[in-house]
C-alpha cells in the first residue's frame, strides 16, 4: 500500500525558513512519478504550491514563485519542499501528493503557521 507521510510542521516568524519532507512508501518506483504540494488555509480552497515530474521539471503556485523550492531525492523516496521569505498568508496546512498509474496518493497534511 501507498503511505505519505509529511513531516517539518511547526510555527516561523515572517521571513524565516522552513523545510517539509514527504516520505512515500515503497511499493512502486519512486522514480516514475509526479510529486506535488498542495495547501489548504481555513475559509480557502486548495492551492497548488509546487510540483516536480520524474524530469525534475517544477512548476509553482504564482503567490510562491521566487521563494519556494521543491526538489526530490529519489533514492530516499522523499520529495521536499524549501520555504523561505515565508509570509502570514502562507499559514496553512501543507498537503504532499504522489500521482501514480492507479491515483493520485495524499499524505495526512502538516501544519504550518507563520506568525510574529
Known amino acids: 500500500q501507498v503511505q505519505v507521510v509529511e513531516s517539518g510542521s511547526g510555527s516561523v516568524q515572517p521571513g524565516g525558513s522552513l523545510n517539509l519532507s514527504c516520505v512515500v512508501s515503497?511499493?512502486?518506483?519512486?522514480?516514475?512519478?509526479?510529486m506535488a504540494w498542495y495547501r489548504q488555509a481555513p475559509g480557502k480552497e486548495r492551492e497548488l504550491v509546487a510540483t516536480i515530474n520524474v524530469l525534475g521539471v517544477t512548476n509553482y503556485g504564482d503567490s510562491v514563485k521566487g521563494r519556494f523550492t521543491i526538489s526530490r531525492d529519489n533514492a530516499a523516496n522523499t520529495v521536499y519542499l524549501q520555504m523561505n521569505k515565508v509570509q502570514a498568508d502562507d499559514t496553512a496546512m501543507y498537503y504532499c501528493?504522489?500521482?501514480?498509474?492507479?491515483?493520485?496518493?495524499w499524505g495526512q497534511g502538516t501544519q504550518v503557521t507563520v506568525s510574529s
Open positions: 515503497a511499493g512502486f518506483t519512486f522514480s516514475r512519478y509526479t
Open positions: 501528493m504522489v500521482r501514480t498509474t492507479g491515483g493520485d496518493y
